[in-house]
């Protein structure tokens, strides 16, 4: 008999869980992105296509601090973290229903005055931002979470480089733009740049490391 209250108690506890975290959406979301998740003002969410990450704490920071360059609020001020939590898990729900998937990559474009050909060049990286080629083997690539990454002879290496600056991944902050010096082949001018959002000051920042194989010294 108690197990039969109890598990009552939960299937009563996670309908109103799932209710509650339909009432937000309807109430914040669906004016953009549609009563049904289809899409409208505002990108589809149930298309299997993720602009600014896929993953929960991604999702959760787009929805806390807003993407204000494409007109999304933040939300941080009107919503709990868990009532961020439960809308996360409701969206995850609503795409894992539609059947969405990832559309393959495109083999081709069309511009108006080219037709490009497309091959992947890296995989597995976590919101790529900006990237510097040294030459045609030596390549930098910046995941906006806070990695650098090393592309050697077309090989990403599995490892984030080490000794790379703390960020505030947080709107459009993070580990953003990075360049070789000019001067780089010199002797003693194997200096890299970077720009990112640093937690403390809460701004932009602009700095120099001294590169070595796979780690950075500030």
């Not at 669906?30 to 704490?57: E, R, T, Y």
């Not at 976590?126 to 045609?136: Q, R, S, T």
């Not at 001018?189 to 010294?217: C, M, T």
Request: charged fraction near 20%; include cysteine.
């Amino acid at each position: 008999m108690k197990k039969q209250i109890l598990f009552f108690i939960l299937l009563a506890a996670s309908s109103a869980f799932g209710q509650s975290a339909e009432s937000l959406y309807q109430q914040h979301c669906s004016h953009c992105h549609g009563v049904k998740f289809q899409g409208g003002n505002a990108q589809s969410l149930v298309d299997g296509i993720w602009q600014f990450g896929d993953s929960a704490g991604h999702i959760s920071r787009n929805i806390k601090f807003g993407i204000t360059h494409l007109g999304m609020p933040a939300y941080e001020k009107s919503l709990t973290d868990p009532q961020i939590k439960s809308l996360v898990n409701y969206l995850f729900e609503a795409e894992k229903q539609a059947g969405a998937a990832t559309p393959p990559s495109p083999t081709s474009l069309q511009t108006q005055d080219y037709d490009i050909d497309v091959e992947i060049w890296a995989e597995g990286l976590d919101i790529p931002w900006n990237l510097a080629f040294l030459d045609d083997k030596l390549a930098l690539i910046t995941e906006r979470p806070g990695r650098l990454r090393i592309m050697r002879n077309g090989t990403l290496n599995p490892k984030p480089v080490e000794g790379s600056p703390s960020v505030v991944a947080e709107g459009q902050g993070g580990l953003l733009a990075v360049a070789f010096d000019p001067d780089y082949r010199e002797k003693g001018n194997q200096w890299i740049y970077l720009a990112f959002s640093h937690g403390l000051e809460k701004k932009a920042v602009f700095n120099r490391w001294k590169s070595k194989p796979d780690r950075l010294e500030y």
